[in-house]
C-alpha cells in the first residue's frame, strides 16, 4: 500500500524568508510524486511533479520540489515565500507502474506566510 | 480552455436522503476520479471512472455510487445519507498516468 505522510500541520514563515513544507512517501517500486495547492472553498491545483530525472523539479509560482530516494522524502521548497503563498498544501504519491496509478494524498500542510 | 466544471457548487441534504453530483471533465481528459475531502483531511479517494466503467475504487461503502457517460462526463450518487457523508466532494480528471490531476472546485454537500 502507498502512503504520504506530512509531518507538519502548519508551517508559518516570514515574508521574503525561504520555506520548506516536508512529506515523506512510501510507495512498492518507483513513486510518481505531486504537490498540490488548496486555497479556502476551491479544489486543488498541480504546482508540480516529479516522474523521473532530475532530483529537483520546478514548478508553477516560484515553487520547487526535490526528491531524494534514499529518504523516500519530497520537500516543497521556494526560496522567497509570499504572503500570497498562504494556502493548503497536499503531497501525493502514486505508482509509477503496475498496480494503482490513484494517488494517495496527504493530510496537509497550512502555510502561512506572514508580512 | 474550461477546466473541471462541477455543479452544484453548494447542497443541503437531509439524512436518508439522496444525492447526485455531476462533473465534465477537463478537454482532453478522458479518466475521472472521485474524491471526498472532510474538513481537515486530505482528500480520499471514491472511485475512477474509465471508458464508462469504474476502474477502481476506494475503501467506501456501496451508498456511493458513480457513472461516466460517453462524453467522458461523471456523476457521483450517494444514497442514504449520514451526516458523516458531509464534506467537500472533488472530482479530477487526467489525461495520462503521469500527468497531474486537473480538480474541480468541489461541491460542499452537508447533511443535516
Known amino acids: 500500500a502507498q502512503s504520504v505522510a506530512q509531518p507538519e500541520d502548519q508551517v508559518n514563515v516570514a515574508e521574503g524568508n525561504p520555506l520548506t513544507v516536508k512529506c515523506t512517501y512510501s510507495v512498492s517500486g518507483n513513486p510518481y510524486l505531486f504537490w498540490y495547492v488548496q486555497y479556502p472553498n476551491r479544489g486543488l491545483q498541480f504546482l508540480l511533479k516529479y516522474i523521473t530525472g532530475d532530483n529537483l523539479v520546478k514548478g508553477s509560482y516560484g515553487f520547487e520540489a526535490e526528491f531524494n530516494k534514499s529518504q523516500t522524502s519530497f520537500h516543497l521548497k521556494k526560496p522567497s515565500a509570499l504572503v500570497s503563498d498562504s494556502a493548503l498544501y497536499f503531497c501525493?504519491?502514486?505508482?509509477?507502474?503496475?498496480?494503482?496509478?490513484?494517488?494517495?494524498f496527504g493530510r496537509g500542510t497550512s502555510l502561512i506566510v506572514h508580512p | 480552455d474550461a477546466g473541471v466544471t462541477q455543479s452544484p457548487t453548494h447542497l443541503i441534504k437531509t439524512r436518508g436522503q439522496q444525492v447526485t453530483l455531476r462533473c465534465s471533465p477537463k478537454?482532453?481528459?478522458?479518466?475521472v476520479s472521485w474524491y471526498q475531502q472532510a474538513l481537515g483531511q486530505g482528500p480520499q479517494f471514491i472511485f475512477q471512472?474509465?471508458?464508462?466503467?469504474?476502474?477502481q475504487r476506494g475503501n467506501f461503502p456501496d451508498r456511493f455510487s458513480g457513472h461516466q457517460f460517453p462524453n467522458y462526463s461523471s456523476e457521483l450518487n450517494v444514497n442514504a445519507l449520514l451526516l458523516g457523508d458531509s464534506a467537500l466532494y472533488l472530482c479530477?480528471?487526467?489525461?495520462?498516468?503521469?500527468?497531474?490531476?486537473?480538480f474541480g472546485s468541489g461541491t460542499r454537500l452537508t447533511v443535516v
Open positions: 478537454s482532453g481528459h478522458d479518466t
Open positions: 471512472y474509465y471508458e464508462e466503467e469504474e476502474r
Open positions: 501525493a504519491v502514486s505508482e509509477a507502474s503496475g498496480g494503482s496509478y490513484i494517488p494517495t
Open positions: 479530477a480528471s487526467i489525461r495520462d498516468r503521469g500527468d497531474g490531476y486537473t
